[in-house]
């Protein structure tokens, strides 16, 4: 069954460091999505991508962040200079269009020191 | 105010006892989704439903539009169903990206 897979499983960085977490999402799906999960709170939406381009953008994504899709299979959130609080659980999900089912990455864990 | 209220916050029922869990949102939505998250991190699908009700196995969801409320039961329970429980919708005019509740922890004691 397909699935949507996300490396590394755990990142660890220094503050003010840049981070690319991966993501290959569903093949023939066509909306990614990040979200983040800080410990003990709930998930927040990050940030949607349609056809080559970001779709929607919460608050929370601001300058620091950004979203590649550079070959077609990956998904990539990179972040610029990393802050103590972007500490979280970061999931990547796709969804195809036409079901509106999301499925989810296994999360990568990032931790900030 | 949080767009979308899951109540109650924990649960902790013996093995078999009929469980109930519910979610009360504050936004036009095109579709409300309940997912299960393990407690290694990982995020599953259990329904995406937009009107009536869904069944799958011993798990059942129910939406009233009208009420802006949904429930998702969970029949016969099982230590294994132990897990945080989240109620997420999607709202009017987005590309279906989710306003997450904050989740119903369970717990199922054998």
């Known amino acids: 069954e397909p699935e949507v897979t996300q490396t590394p499983s755990h990142q660890v960085t220094q503050m003010g460091q840049e981070v690319i977490l991966r993501c290959v999402p569903i093949?023939?799906?066509?909306?990614f999505y990040w979200y983040r999960q800080i410990l003990g709170q709930k998930v927040e939406f990050l940030v949607s991508?349609?056809?080559?381009?970001?779709?929607?953008k919460s608050e929370i994504f601001d300058d620091q962040f950004s979203v590649e899709r550079p070959d077609g299979s990956n998904f990539t959130l990179k972040i610029r200079s990393t802050k103590l609080e972007d500490s979280a659980m970061y999931f990547c999900?796709?969804?195809?269009?036409?079901?509106?089912?999301?499925?989810f990455g296994p999360g990568t864990r990032l931790t900030v020191l | 105010k949080n767009e979308v209220e899951q109540s109650p916050q924990n649960l902790t029922a013996q093995e078999g006892e009929f469980i109930t869990i519910n979610c009360s949102y504050s936004?036009?939505?095109?579709?409300l989704h309940w997912l299960q998250q393990h407690p290694g991190g990982g995020i599953v699908s259990l329904f995406m439903?937009?009107?009536?009700?869904k069944k799958h196995g011993r798990l059942i969801a129910t939406i009233n539009i009208q009420e802006k409320h949904s429930s998702l039961h969970i029949t016969a329970s099982h230590p294994r169903d132990s897990a945080v429980y989240i109620c997420?919708?999607?709202?009017?005019?987005?590309?279906?990206?989710?306003?997450w509740g904050a989740g119903t922890k369970l717990i199922i004691k054998p």
């Open positions: 936004v036009g939505i095109s579709a």
């Open positions: 997420a919708v999607e709202g009017m005019d987005s590309n279906y990206q989710l306003i």
């Open positions: 999900a796709s969804n195809s269009g036409y079901y509106n089912e999301q499925f």
């Open positions: 093949s023939n799906h066509l909306y």
């Open positions: 991508f349609y056809n080559n381009e970001i779709s929607e």
């Open positions: 439903l937009s009107s009536g009700k």
